[in-house]
């Protein structure tokens, strides 16, 4: 299994900032994921981050609003750009099993945010 | 696309009784499939999986069997306790190491 932190755990913010999130991992791992979670909603994977490549984005996502880096193996961030109300979700990074094959995440603690 | 319905909570039960939560999916392919809780204020994590038709996966009472036929991955747990009251994920895995969640379905078990 992989450790995963996140920072900040939790974050108020006023419309019209921006925020990055943190996550590390306790293991290199070559595929790093951003997930977004909406309030009473499922998952929705925003985009991938591969380290030395440009973060590939899910339909929806644009790298204005979400910009992805990936410096190393086993460290990414998030920043939510030019926020909104509508942004108010939490947060989460996730990587593929180093050992797997079978294509399972683990996933960290979340990142809760609220905009007002 | 790829997809994963399962069913809408919220649910609710006394504690010892039966639980199913179904779950289907459309996939090309022969995708993984696994069942993710989130406890209150918790993160996400990995209840039980199931890599291949027939599989069956399980822990800490739950299980859950891998059918190609019905393209179904139902949650199962014969007695549920009042800790199990979490949300619940059905999601597979496509060959693009991506994850697709289902809506969750939301549990509250009754002392």
């Known amino acids: 299994s992989a450790v995963i932190s996140q920072k900040p755990s939790r974050d108020i913010c006023q419309r019209g900032t921006s925020l990055t999130i943190q996550c590390q991992v306790d293991s290199q791992v070559t595929m790093m994921f951003w997930y977004r979670q909406q309030p009473g909603q499922s998952l929705t994977l925003i985009a991938t981050a591969n380290q030395g490549s440009e973060a590939t984005y899910e339909s929806g996502f644009v790298i204005d609003k979400f910009p992805i880096s990936r410096p190393n193996l086993t460290f990414s961030t998030l920043t939510v750009s030019n926020m909104s109300p509508e942004d108010s979700s939490i947060y989460l990074c996730?990587?593929?099993?180093?050992?797997?094959?079978?294509?399972?995440?683990?996933f960290g603690p979340g990142t809760r945010l609220t905009v007002l | 696309g790829n997809s994963v319905t399962q069913m809408e909570g919220p649910v609710t039960l006394s504690e010892e009784a039966f639980l199913t939560i179904n779950c289907t999916y459309t996939a090309t392919g022969y995708p993984s499939l696994f069942w993710y809780v989130q406890y209150p204020g918790e993160g996400l994590q990995l209840l039980l999986k199931?890599?291949?038709?027939?599989d069956k996966g399980s822990n800490k009472g739950f299980e859950a069997t891998y059918r190609k036929e019905t393209t179904s991955f139902h949650l199962e747990k014969g007695s549920v306790q009042v800790s199990d009251s979490a949300v619940y994920f059905c999601a597979l895995s496509d060959l693009a190491s991506k994850i697709i969640f289902g809506s969750g379905t939301r549990l509250s078990i009754r002392p």
């Open positions: 199931a890599t291949k038709a027939d």
């Open positions: 996730s990587v593929e099993s180093p050992s797997d094959t079978y294509n399972e995440q683990f």
